[in-house]
């Protein structure tokens, strides 16, 4: 089944610096990729996704990356602030196998004010 | 945008007893909803998917006796935690997929449930 791997596990930023977080997955066959944003005790919310068709998205401060070739994604936080402090997932899915999501195993970014 | 509930938000039981939780969507209809249990400082780990007016499919590792998974209409799922027992202390999380909207593979997260076995 489909393997995704997630790094850092944990990354301290100042304020107004970027945060990038990168996953490689396992399945070639994976054709979409959603990140999440967990804050303590919340439900996971959806922050940004691509699917394999396209290499860049870009929402504000935000942005993905994907290289199929390489299997691997990235999200990039530009301009950080304290509310971006929170545990940020990343995820594949293969829209033949039922759309299962295979999460990373998160990163825990703190942004320091 | 689609939302998901799920009741109750906590629950404190005795070892031994059962525990059911509901998963709903609200303003869309859902033949298939997706239940993950998440350990503290933990990624979230699929348990089961399940289908409206059919069996549920289990991961692998994942008892379907203890487990239990009832999605009898297209707006509610249910996950019951059967003869719960401490290590089944653990934050429990459903999902869904509302296949109306424009982005049919996203899923939408209810608020989840913490169980708490004493």
């Known amino acids: 089944g489909e393997n995704v791997e997630q790094h850092p596990s944990t990354l301290s930023v100042q304020e107004g610096d970027s945060a990038v977080i990168k996953c490689t997955y396992s399945?070639?066959?994976?054709?979409?990729f959603p990140w999440y944003k967990q804050e303590l005790g919340k439900r996971p919310q959806l922050i940004i996704d691509?699917?394999?068709?396209?290499g860049e998205k870009k929402d504000q401060r935000i942005a993905v990356t994907l290289n199929k070739t390489a299997k691997h994604f990235s999200l990039h936080i530009t301009e950080t602030q304290p509310e971006d402090s929170a545990v940020y997932f990343c995820?594949?899915?293969?829209?033949?196998?039922?759309?299962?999501?295979?999460f990373g195993g998160g990163t825990r970014v703190l942004v320091k004010p | 945008g689609a939302v998901v509930s799920q009741h109750p938000s906590w629950v404190i039981c005795k070892s031994g007893t059962s525990v059911k939780i509901e998963c709903r969507s609200l303003?869309?209809?859902?033949?298939?909803m997706f239940w993950y249990r998440q350990f503290p400082k933990q990624s979230l780990m699929l348990m089961a998917t399940?289908?409206?007016?059919?069996?549920?499919?289990?991961e692998q590792g994942v008892e379907k006796d203890k487990f239990l998974i009832n999605h009898a209409s297209l707006t509610l799922s249910t996950l019951t935690v059967t003869s719960a027992h401490p290590e089944d202390s653990s934050f429990y999380i459903c999902?869904?997929?509302?296949?109306?909207?424009?982005?049919?593979?996203?899923?939408?997260f209810g608020p989840g449930t913490r169980l708490t076995v004493l």
């Open positions: 999902s869904a997929r509302d296949p109306t909207s424009g982005n049919t593979d996203t899923q939408y």
């Open positions: 995820a594949a899915t293969i829209k033949a196998a039922g759309n299962k999501l295979t």
């Open positions: 691509i699917r394999s068709n396209v």
């Open positions: 399945d070639s066959a994976s054709n979409y």
């Open positions: 303003d869309f209809q859902a033949t298939t």
């Open positions: 399940s289908n409206e007016g059919s069996k549920a499919t289990y």
